[in-house]
């Protein structure tokens, strides 16, 4: 499990060997040099999809104005939003990108007393350790639950 949550995909722009790529909060797909999946196909818009990490799902949204993404067997017109999981497939123009994992679930984090005596977990709303008093402004994060 990572610290963040990811997400992977993989396509093969046509006559290429297939490419994958890894984020951990959103990827654009486009034909724009700006996007994160570069699609050199007309039928794809500068700015077409961009899909999300947010609250644990994977979102797919169509930014295009008049350009479909199909999700699965089901297109999805501009300005929609579709959820996906691993294994499903998009269809932007004649490229077909497929969602390998989702790792929505970032590791969890505890709050913890800087104080060498203390050590205790605290919880977030806490202002001050109520063991020691050490003011939580000073307290650190480490993995764990």
């Not at 007309?42 to 350009?67: C, F, Q």
């Not at 089901?74 to 932007?92: H, S």
């Amino acid at each position: 499990m990572s610290d963040r949550p990811s997400a992977v995909l993989t396509w093969a722009p046509y006559g290429s060997s297939a490419r994958r790529c890894r984020f951990h909060s959103s990827c654009a797909i486009g034909r724009a040099p700006d996007n994160r999946i570069i699609v050199s196909d007309p039928e794809v818009s500068r700015h077409h999809a961009v899909l999300t990490l947010k609250a644990g799902l994977l979102l797919v949204r169509n930014v295009s104005r008049a350009g479909t993404v199909t999700v699965g067997t089901t297109p999805l017109p501009p300005g929609q939003v579709a959820g996906l999981r691993a294994n499903d497939t998009l269809v932007i123009g004649s490229t077909v990108v497929t969602v390998l994992s989702v790792d929505a679930t970032a590791a969890p984090r505890v709050l913890r007393c800087v104080n060498s005596t203390c050590n205790r977990s605290l919880s977030d709303g806490a202002s001050d350790c109520p063991w020691c008093g050490t003011s939580t402004a000073f307290a650190e994060t480490h993995p764990g639950g």
